[in-house]
């Protein structure tokens, strides 16, 4: 079945950087567009990056981030990745990966980013 796994979260402080990654399973993953999404506490799940199937790097970004995110594939690994530059206190979240299959959207179980000094 269908898997998506986050790892990389942690506990950064501002300004600092992190990757995060999604090892994904059970479907063509180089056919489906990836994701990434955060949901920061009391707030609502938000999209942050989208890439496409065929791109490598970069792709649409929530205009919040001010460019300082980077998503990234791996189709011969079926990873994908989520360099974070710059990071501030408001981008503590959980992250989440995920991808639409048909009608279904499949997500991983989140991975904690919290930035604080």
């Known amino acids: 079945q269908v898997q998506l796994v986050e790892s990389g979260g942690g506990l950064v402080q501002p300004g600092g950087s992190l990757r995060l990654s999604c090892a994904a399973s059970?479907?063509?993953?180089?056919?489906?567009?990836m994701y990434w999404y955060r949901q920061a506490p009391g707030k609502e799940r938000l999209l942050i990056a989208t890439?496409?199937?065929?791109?490598?790097?970069?792709?649409h970004y929530a205009e919040f981030l001010e460019g300082r995110f980077t998503i990234s594939r791996d189709n011969a690994n079926n990873m994908v990745y989520l360099q974070m530059n710059s990071l501030k206190p408001e981008d503590t979240a959980v992250y989440y990966c995920n991808t639409l299959i048909g009608l279904t959207n499949y997500w991983g179980q989140g991975t904690q980013v919290t930035v604080s000094s």
């Open positions: 059970g479907f063509t993953f180089s056919t489906f567009a």
């Open positions: 890439i496409t199937p065929e791109t490598r790097s970069g792709g």
